[in-house]
């Protein structure tokens, strides 16, 4: 397995928990989510593993404001990704190996976004729940590297701009097609006719009297009058 990939899948699930804290425990301190995060990385100190302290020295060092803005938003897994991936290239150049992010195949990352990104329906709504699945099928197929940073780099984006960025990889979301099938079906001029027929005939018996062409007639300039009000 790739460093970078077997890196992130480390880090991963802890970013995920410390996310959760802030939201469980919205009253902690930061030293209390640092100790919280090295725990749930299983170390006692940052400094038992140089990701780890990388990681932490770099949330350590952002502004107080800044970092509780980062933890409590949607950015920090894409931010948490750059700083690893910067890191492990790094250490990967310094001992003349390949870059980590280079380490899988082009066109079956290709394949695979043609083919499991458009399942996605571009909601908010679904995004979750289609986010975990992308994540585990693109595991199983040897690819979690770019899928992992695919979706840290998504993880900030609004809906909109996820569809953009899926399309900026080939891969058209069908957001209008699902947009107009989830919207209601706003009733057509002869359906609102021959309800309103219905009521007055019920209401005004007398009003059968008058011709069906006659009666649409009064209608559709009763109904009209109503919409220029």
Known sequence: MAVLEE???WVYPSLRDLEADVVENPDRTWEERRAYLVER???TDPADHPVAEALVRWLDELPDDDRAVLIGGEDLERQAYEVIRVFVDAASEVAGDEPADESYDQAA???FLLEYGPHWDGTAQTWEQFRDWFDYHGRERGLGVPTNGLLAYLAAQSPEERVATFAQYGVVIA??????ENS???PSVAEVEDAHMSDLLAEEPAF???PEDRRRELI???LGE???R
């Open 7 to 9: 890196t992130w899948e």
């Open 41 to 43: 990385l299983g170390l």
């Open 109 to 111: 990352w290709q394949s």
């Open 175 to 180: 957001v209008a097609q699902n947009a107009a």
């Open 184 to 186: 209601p079906q706003l």
């Open 208 to 210: 059968a009297q008058i």
């Open 220 to 222: 559709a300039e009763a």
């Open 226 to 228: 109503l919409t220029q």
